[in-house]
């Protein structure tokens, strides 16, 4: 099962805030999320691990609810570098990525 | 170090065509993935394999092979091609499977 993403897309000015969020119906032990630019790979932004632990990016941050099977991404003071397509990814064996959120930073 | 790489970048296939995708990571790592991502979608798991000398099936198997020759290359190979088989696919890697993945830059796949 895929997880689901919110917002499907989002606009934003430099120096704006934004939070995408990414829920399963399954119980989630880890989340992982990835961002893509246009005709790229997806390039790897952080892991959040059952019991709280992170590991990732240092100008992003994210959460982890295990009860609400929830995690959200915050990114904060939103540069023109983070426009691109946020993924996140769920799965202990064989990963099911989010149909992603579209994010575009204008000047 | 070159990571993940993949050959070829493109590739134009004709219905009822086979090829193979080539993958090579030099990181090292144990497992390995092949995703493909259609227009406008996220990532979809075709198969994977955990460690060397085993595979599985992901979300989307059907119409697909893979051959994990040793740790570092996994292959992927279309038998019959078809039009639905159109596609952006990337091979992956990661030191384990619940470890951040690393992506190669991806083959575009056009069948017609």
């Known amino acids: 099962q895929q997880p689901v993403q919110s917002p499907q897309a989002v606009i934003l000015r430099e120096g704006e805030d934004a939070v995408i969020n990414c829920s399963s119906s399954?119980?989630?032990?880890?989340v992982h999320w990835y961002r893509q630019k246009h005709g790229e790979a997806p390039v790897f932004l952080m892991i959040?691990?059952?019991?709280?632990e992170q590991k990732g990016h240092e100008k992003i941050s994210a959460s982890f609810n295990e009860k609400k099977q929830q995690s959200s991404l915050y990114l904060t003071a939103s540069q023109l570098s983070y426009s691109g397509t946020y993924f996140c990814?769920?799965?202990?064996?064989?990963?099911?990525f989010g149909a992603g959120t579209r994010l575009t930073v204008k000047p | 170090n070159a990571g993940v790489t993949q050959t070829p970048k493109f590739q134009v296939l004709k219905t009822g065509q086979s090829m193979t995708l080539q993958c090579a990571q030099d990181m090292n790592h144990n497992s390995m993935y092949w995703y493909r991502q259609d227009p406008g979608m996220g990532l979809r798991l075709i198969y994977y394999?955990?460690?060397?000398?085993?595979?599985d099936k992901g979300e989307v198997p059907n119409g697909y092979n893979v051959s994990r020759l040793n740790k570092r290359e996994f292959s992927l190979r279309l038998e019959s091609a078809a039009p639905s088989q159109t596609s952006v696919y990337f091979c992956?890697?990661?030191?384990?499977?619940?470890?951040?993945?690393?992506f190669g830059p991806g083959t575009r796949l056009t069948v017609t």
């Open positions: 394999s955990a460690s060397e000398g085993t595979t």
């Open positions: 990814g769920t799965g202990e064996v064989g990963m099911r």
């Open positions: 959040l691990l059952k019991g709280g």
């Open positions: 399954k119980a989630l032990y880890s």
């Open positions: 992956a890697s990661s030191e384990r499977v619940t470890y951040e993945q690393y």
